[in-house]
């Protein structure tokens, strides 16, 4: 079962294992700078199975005119290679 949830600085390892597949050098403290530096408009979710992380999704929410609520841009999303399927 997949479970989804806001990331913490213990992923760090494993976000950074995900930037790396898709091709972005990074280390765990790097990777989890970045999810420290981004205004409060971003949220960093992980997709977790059986304790690990398997996945990771970047989005930035954004008041727009049309709707009274925000929308959600995806902005970075990886899966762990050992995980994905045609």
């Known amino acids: 079962m997949i479970s989804i949830r806001d990331a913490i600085s213990s992923d760090a ?4 294992h995900l930037i790396n597949e898709l091709g972005y050098p990074a280390e765990a403290r790097d990777a989890w700078s970045r999810v420290e530096k981004l205004p409060e408009s971003y949220r960093t979710l992980v997709a977790v199975v059986e304790d690990r992380v398997v996945g990771f999704i970047g989005l ?3 008041p727009i005119y049309e709707h009274p609520r ?4 995806i902005l970075v999303l990886s899966v762990s290679a050992t995980k994905r399927r045609i």
């Open 13 to 16: 390892h494993a976000l950074a």
């Open 60 to 62: 930035l929410t954004l």
């Open 70 to 73: 925000p929308i959600g841009w």
